[in-house]
C-alpha cells in the first residue's frame, strides 16, 4: 500500500506522510489471512537459512499483539503447520516484542531448558487500524520475522540484553476493547475500543530518551562501547525516531539499518524483518556486533547486543 493508497482513503499526502514518518510504503495483509500465514512463512525461511529441523525444537516462541485467536497461542497454531513438537507459547510486549522473545529464549538457553528456540515477531496490525485516523493507519503495517536461536560453544551469540516497562504510562498506545474490562459489544465497537489508540507527540518523546539510554545500558552490561559496534538495527516506527536516536548515540552515517520507507512499522515484526533484509542484502556479517532496540506499548522498551 503506497502512499497515493492511502491519500484515496484518508485526509493525508505524500509529503505529510513522508516528512512525518520516512514511510513511502507498507503492506497489508489481506482480508482471509491470519498471523500465523505470514510467521509460519518466515518460520520455514528461517529454518531453511540455519539448515535445521522443524522436530529438533525445543519451543516456538511468538512475540505478536494480534493473534490468530484469542486462545490458543498462535505459537501453538506455527507449532502444528511447522511440524514441531515442542513446548510453544505467545508473548505480548507491543513493538518491544521480538526483543522480549529474544531474552527470554537467551535466558531458556542459558539456564539448559532448551538448546533450540524459533523466535517470532510479527503482527497483522491493519485488522486493529481506523483508517479515519491518519495519526495511525500511515504508520502500522503487517508483516512477520524469525530467527533460530541455539546453544553452541564460542564466543558468537547473545552478549547481553535489557528490559524496561512503565505501566504508568499504559494508555499511550492501546486497543482497551476486548480484554475482560471491555469485553466485545455492540458499544464497544461503535467506540472504536478495539482499534489502535496512541497519543503520538508524548510517545515520540519517550521513545527517543528510552532507546538512547538503554543502547547505552546494554553496551555497558557488555563491557563494549559503540566503537565496537557493526550495525545497529532499531525499532522501524519512525525515521526521525532513528535519526534523533542515532544522532544522540554520535553513530557514523550508515551504520542505523533502516527499512522503514519501504516496510512501514510492523510492530514485534520490525527487528526479525529488518535483520533478514540486512542479512541477505550483506550488512551483517559472521561475528559483527549488532546493536538492537525497540520502544512499544505497555510502556516498554529494551535492547539487546548479539555478536552474530
Not at 486497543?175 to 474490562?181: A, D, H, K, T, W
Request: proline letters at 3%; one cysteine or more; charged letters at 25%.
Amino acid at each position: 500500500m503506497t502512499n497515493a493508497d492511502l491519500e484515496r482513503v484518508v485526509d493525508t499526502s505524500d509529503e505529510w506522510i513522508k516528512t512525518r514518518t520516512g514511510i513511502s510504503q507498507r503492506h497489508i495483509a489481506g482480508p482471509h489471512e491470519k498471523l500465523s500465514d505470514h510467521a509460519v512463512v518466515a518460520a520455514e525461511r528461517a529454518l531453511e537459512m540455519c539448515g535445521v529441523d522443524a522436530a529438533s525444537l525445543d519451543l516456538v516462541l511468538c512475540a505478536t499483539v494480534t493473534p490468530d485467536w484469542h486462545l490458543p497461542a498462535t505459537a501453538c497454531f506455527i507449532q502444528r503447520r511447522i511440524g514441531a513438537r515442542c513446548a510453544a507459547f505467545d508473548l505480548q510486549a507491543g513493538c518491544s516484542g521480538f526483543l522480549y522473545a529474544l531474552a527470554v529464549a537467551d535466558s531458556f538457553i542459558k539456564a539448559g531448558t532448551a538448546r533450540r528456540i524459533l523466535v517470532i515477531g510479527g503482527e497483522l496490525l491493519s485488522k486493529y487500524l481506523n483508517w479515519r485516523d491518519r495519526a495511525t493507519c500511515v504508520i502500522f503495517a503487517d508483516g512477520a520475522g524469525a530467527i533460530v536461536i541455539e546453544a553452541q560453544d564460542g564466543e558468537n551469540g547473545v552478549l547481553a540484553t535489557r528490559l524496561h516497562a512503565d505501566g504508568t504510562m499504559a494508555e499511550h498506545i492501546s486497543v482497551p476493547g476486548l480484554g475482560s474490562e471491555f469485553p466485545a459489544s455492540p458499544e464497544t465497537l461503535e467506540k472504536g475500543l478495539h482499534l489502535i489508540h496512541m497519543k503520538g507527540n508524548e510517545t515520540f518523546r519517550l521513545a527517543i530518551r528510552s532507546l538512547t539510554d538503554v543502547c547505552e545500558e546494554v553496551l555497558r552490561d557488555a563491557g563494549l562501547t559503540l566503537d565496537d559496534v557493526d550495525l545497529f538495527v532499531p525499532h522501524q516506527a519512525n525515521q526521525r525516531i532513528i535519526d534523533a536516536v542515532a544522532e544522540r548515540l554520535k553513530l557514523p552515517p550508515g551504520k542505523a539499518f533502516v527499512n522503514i520507507d519501504h516496510v512501514g512499522n510492523t510492530s514485534a515484526g520490525s527487528i526479525p524483518i529488518a535483520l533478514d533484509e540486512a542479512l541477505r542484502s550483506g550488512r551483517v556479517k559472521e561475528r559483527d556486533i549488532v546493536l538492537m532496540a525497540a520502544f512499544g506499548a505497555g510502556l516498554t522498551w529494551g535492547s539487546a547486543l548479539v555478536r552474530w
